[in-house]
């Protein structure tokens, strides 16, 4: 069983969030979801589009005082899903702190529309890095225009957004888990 950390803050995305991590739970992962500052007494975030997504833990208790490589030893993968919460993953500075350290143990860092600027933000772009991400990233990333749907570069699996999600949770299953599960499941929802 693989397990993955997804990081998720008010103003995400849901459907960045929610069909990447469907599809990961039908190959068999485990998925730990993990807040940046929620209220206390609460396990939600709230996405763009006012649906509440339940998590399991934040953040700051996941680090613990922990340094962000400990977390890599811990995860097969690390996902990051966008939005207009993004900006606050930014602001935090935490999540590109694990990225970092996830890429460095060469585990994959996903990362879905807004999120590679998380991605850029930890040091994993250069001119040369073929990724995918959202127009509105484009004057920081603007290699990411000219992309396709989805971009694999080293650990990095990167995407555009919302209408790519399930491609994108597709292609995050074929690394983690092989062709054939990748292509079954791709069967069982039609794709």
Request: hydrophobic share 45%; net charge negative; charged share 20%.
């Amino acid at each position: 069983m693989k397990k993955v950390l997804t990081i998720l803050t008010d103003g995400v995305e849901e459907t960045e969030a929610v069909a990447p991590l469907d599809l990961l739970q039908r190959a068999g992962t485990q998925n730990c979801l993990a807040a940046l500052a929620v209220p206390a007494g609460t396990r939600t975030v709230t996405g763009r589009s006012n649906l509440q997504i339940g998590v399991d833990t934040t953040v700051e208790e996941i680090l613990d005082g922990k340094n962000p490589e400990s977390l890599a030893g811990q995860f097969d993968a690390l996902f990051i899903p966008g939005g207009p919460g993004t900006w606050k993953l930014l602001d935090d500075g935490n999540a590109a702190k694990i990225a970092a350290a996830f890429a460095k143990a060469g585990k994959t860092v996903a990362a879905i529309c807004a999120a590679p600027l998380i991605v850029k933000a930890a040091g994993l772009i250069d001119d040369d890095t073929k990724i995918s991400a959202h127009s509105c990233t484009w004057q920081e990333i603007p290699q990411a225009a000219f992309s396709a749907p989805y971009q694999i570069d080293g650990p990095l699996l990167t995407s555009r957004g919302a209408g790519t999600a399930v491609a994108f949770g597709i292609e995050f299953v074929r690394i983690l888990y092989g062709n054939a599960v990748a292509q079954k499941i791709a069967a069982d929802i039609m794709l």
